[in-house]
Nanobody, 117 residues
Framework: QVQLAESGGGLVQPGGSLRLSCTAS????????MGWYRRAPGKQRELVAS?????IYAASVKGRFTISRDNAKNTVYLQMNSLNTEDTAVYYC?????????????WGQGTQVTVSS
């Protein structure tokens, strides 16, 4: 019933910027938290940034990435600056959502971010 739609991924050169967005839709009562995870080839999925009761960033992205939310639009953004090749990964949107049928985590399908010259 709930869907998370991501956009903004693509190919960017080192040092460049990219802005990801994720919009939740469906039978939503409230969204308590939204965030971004990523999985690079051969690595485990890791938390990049989250916004809820508090805001948290992975150490590797602090100072370069900024998470923000537009609650009226059920949307979360990830502004990524000073990108480097190690940021290459599939980025997944995550949200902790209450629906008429309960509360739980929802995931987007993932969007590819490739940093390469």
């Amino acid at each position: 019933q709930v869907q998370l739609a991501e956009s903004g991924g693509g190919l960017v050169q080192p040092g460049g910027s990219l802005r990801l967005s994720c919009t939740a839709s469906g039978s939503i009562n409230s969204i308590y938290a939204m965030g971004w995870y990523r999985r690079a080839p051969g690595k485990q999925r890791e938390l990049v940034a989250s916004s809820g009761g508090s805001t948290i960033y992975a150490a590797s992205v602090k100072g370069r990435f900024t998470i923000s939310r537009d609650n009226a639009k059920n949307t979360v953004y990830l502004q990524m600056n000073s990108l480097n090749t190690e940021d290459t990964a599939v980025y997944y949107c995550n949200a902790f959502i209450t629906t008429p049928r309960g509360t739980g985590d929802y995931w987007g399908q993932g969007t590819q971010v490739t940093v390469s010259s």
